[in-house]
């Protein structure tokens, strides 16, 4: 039996007050009505940050422009195990139209610490964290999980992990593992923007 030793976030109160946020968006050139999707962690071979920017590029341009996905850094350069799959990424958003790849935002140095990654959490609406359906996901503890909650972040997972048995109300939103369903969650938030006129 394999017991998970819990990581709990401290929680910090108005994390993201209006004015942090706007000030935040303003710093990252992210317009004050966007939907902000933030990947905090590196985009790793066992995630699907990969396949969720093709369902992006995918997706309508009337669409697609209410999204911004917004992406610190794709990992440390120094990890070559991931290489492959970082070149994936850049083909990715080669291939997209360049109206939407606008709206992807990936920034180049890994070594922001937590100060750094601050305005990223103050201008985000949503956290992000896809992994692949496999065994490791079950079990796994991500730390990016823990950094969104005590950001006061509502999260966007994958089903089949940790999180799934956990009661932390509504500020799940659970996935399937394919390029439909992540087309499905950016249909579904765009219409919900404009039932809140987001």
Known sequence: RILISKLVPE?????????????????????????VILNAGGAWKWTQFNEFLSAFASLPEAIASKFIILQ?????????EHQEYHLETLHILKGMKSNIRNRVLIGDTWELGKDGLKPYFQAADFGL?????????????????????????????????????????????????????????FQELFNESKNLKI
């Open 129 to 185: 964290n896809l992994n692949l359906e496999t065994i490791e996901n079950w079990q796994s503890y991500r730390v990016r999980m823990v950094e969104y909650l005590e950001n006061q972040l509502p999260c966007i997972v994958s089903k089949g992990s940790f999180w799934d048995q956990e009661d932390v109300g509504k500020g799940i939103l659970f996935l399937g593992h394919n390029r439909d369903d992540f087309s499905n969650l």
């Open 11 to 35: 929680i910090r109160v108005a994390a993201s007050t209006l004015n942090g946020r706007l000030e935040a968006r303003k710093k990252l050139g992210i317009d004050s009505d966007s939907i």
């Open 72 to 80: 610190p850094a794709l990992g440390n350069v120094d990890n070559k």
